[in-house]
RNA sequence: GGGCCGUUAGCUCAGUUGGCAGAGCAGGAGACUUUUAAUCUCAAGGUCCAGGGUUCGAUUCCCUGACGGCCCA
């Protein structure tokens, strides 16, 4: 059993006490990563220096009173070589030190006979003795921890591998890379906003109304003031309110929360970025659009195309742009302003399964999109104009449109391979027009359309007191560090992704029963 | 929500046409002072996901469930 392997660790850190050891000093000061002193090898190694490192323990061949062994840190592994000459009774903690202990060491660098560059180890510190095993992943060639090694014994249980991320992290260098590289999109995001003069805010989380998105909300409730709150499902209605403040730039980057399902693509909490540009329209979202797709892809993979799911995908300026009008023309063969019978007629035609006459005609739409239109957009393309009463906070397109049905409002939605990276309006800031299209968004609730709005009696007030013409934007982060990773599972770009609970324990239900104090 | 697949030692996996299971790695003991999937010798390690059914007997067959993966809505 498990426990034996734990049992026996915990013996070994038993006899290092017995021999005067702290497992767990308090500190140990390092000189260099591993990265940083195999890349000044040559004259390390030349002069002599001494090099003190720290990493965890992660392979060991004993060959009598020497050894070898691999350590890793945060920049990657280094061999070590230790030997009894060098090392004296300390030697004897060799014997102690199991796979996956955390030790700090200090010697010279030299090269083995067999090339390898390698860390000549004079003294050894115990950091932190593991007393539970990790799986055990061996590389061959190279060292051990690159990218080229043969990897044996690779742990493939994704459920180990999201549940116990900490391990996963140790014994998959690709996998660490990925983060970065998703700090790295975070960075280059801001980057590419702060040089544009955008102002990061932060917008609360926990919304006494929530709007800003077709979706459903996680339900809380603060005990302090005995009231419900949501769980923001978008920041825009917060956005906007800083907007009117005078903020003429703001964004923000903000984890949202959406009640539904969870898939490759969707995770019920994930990252977005918003901004709001005053005086601009979605024309210079689309434009922002462009620079922020195309200079994070430059600034993680030096270039405008990229490789996903080993195809090409060109991110170079400037995309597409294809009305969805002309998208469901060509694609659906049917008119944006048609009835609803001809929009089930159109989704029978395409193999639209399981279609429920009695939805709402913007659901019917969305449907036909999500099913027929949007898998033939590979893009990057803008699908743009959307009709109105798919979009309560967007602003009617100019020139044309008219009243009611057959209105467009200027509206896009950035697709790559078929799925949704973007989506910007130039923002509605008529006052009236506003109120009016949130009470139909409330009729619509009313109706049974759970992801209508709720009317935000305070937003409106923001925007009654003049909110300048603006152009807004948000992106899906998770989606675009998928795209800038070559992952194919949100789940790979989240560090800890929402899993059902583990065993059978039922913890986290719903609490009491409904109403009043949810808390004991 | 539906379909398919998976769950066996700490890890990666075999296997049992139904008779309570094996290998490699890791761990233990021993040998080995420039190895690298180190090597060699020996010993040990299991609620075969859970519950029910069929059966003299189930890890194996059937049903239900849990969790996960992939595909579809």
């Known amino acids: 059993m498990q426990d034996r392997l734990i049992q026996q660790r915990i013996e070994k850190l038993e006899r ?12 140990f000061a390092v000189t260099h990563t591993a990265a940083a002193a195999l890349a000044d090898f040559e004259e390390l190694a030349a002069s002599g220096e001494t090099v003190r490192l720290a990493g965890r323990l992660m392979a060991k061949r004993i060959q009598g009173k020497a050894g070898f062994a691999n350590i890793l840190d945060s920049s990657g592994s280094i061999q070590l070589y230790v030997r009894k000459d060098n ?38 510190e115990v950091l932190a003795k593991a007393i539970r095993p990790m799986p055990v992943v061996k590389r061959k060639g190279m ?101 009117v403040g005078g903020f003429d ?23 977005a970025l918003e901004c709001y540009q005053a005086y601009g329209d979605y024309e210079d979202m689309m434009r922002l659009t462009e620079e922020i797709f195309a200079g994070l892809a430059r600034a993680l993979t030096g270039g405008t195309r990229v490789r996903y799911a080993g195809e090409d995908v060109d991110l170079t300026p400037p995309f597409e742009r294809l009305t969805m009008d002309a998208a469901l023309q060509r694609y659906a063969g049917i008119d944006l302003d048609a009835s609803n019978a001809e929009i089930l007629a159109a989704c029978d035609r395409h193999g639209v399964e399981s279609v429920d006459e009695d939805e709402p005609r913007t659901r019917l739409l969305d449907m036909l999109l999500r099913e027929v239109v949007e898998p033939h957009l590979s893009g990057p393309v803008f699908l743009l104009d959307y009709p109105v009463e798919m979009s309560p906070l967007a602003k009617r397109k100019r020139g044309g449109g008219g009243e009611g049905r057959g209105a467009r409002v200027e509206r896009f939605e950035l697709f790559i391979r078929g799925t949704e990276f973007a989506n910007a309006f130039s923002e509605l800031n008529d006052p009236l027009e506003q109120r009016a299209r949130l009470e139909e968004q409330a009729a619509a609730r009313a109706a049974g359309d759970d992801e209508a709005h709720p009317v935000d009696e305070d937003f409106l007030r923001a925007v009654e007191h003049g909110m300048p013409p603006t152009g807004g934007l948000g992106i899906g982060v998770d989606r675009l560090v998928m795209l800038l990773t070559d992952q194919h599972s949100i789940r790979d770009v989240v560090l800890f992704p929402a899993m059902r609970p583990e065993g059978g324990e039922v913890e986290g239900e719903e609490p ?8 004991h």
Do not use: W
């Open 143 to 243: 060292g051990a921890e690159t990218d080229q090694a043969e990897v044996f014994d690779e742990v493939t249980d994704k459920e180990m591998r999201y549940r116990r991320r900490y391990v996963d992290l140790v014994i998959h260098p690709e996998v660490r890379e990925v983060f970065r590289r998703r700090a790295q999109v975070l960075a280059g995001l801001r980057r590419i906003l702060d040089e544009q003069g955008f102002l990061e805010v932060e917008t609360p989380a926990l919304q006494p109304l929530y709007g800003g998105a077709a979706a459903r909300p996680f339900v809380t409730h603060h005990n302090a003031l005995n009231r419900r709150l949501f769980l923001r499902i978008a920041d825009e209605l917060y956005l906007k309110r800083l907007i």
């Open 512 to 519: 009491g029963g409904g109403q009043g104090d949810p808390c």
């Open 16 to 27: 290092m006490r017995e021999q005067g050891i702290d497992p767990y000093p308090h500190t």
């Open 249 to 271: 730039r703001v964004y923000e980057i903000a984890k949202n929360f959406r009640n539904e399902g969870m898939d490759r693509t969707h995770n019920p909490e994930f990252t």
């Open 87 to 124: 090392l004296g009774d300390a030697f004897g903690v060799v014997k102690l030190l199991d796979l996956s202990d955390i030790i700090g060491v200090e010697g010279t660098l030299f090269r083995t006979r067999t090339g390898h560059q390698t860390l000549e180890v004079r003294r050894l």
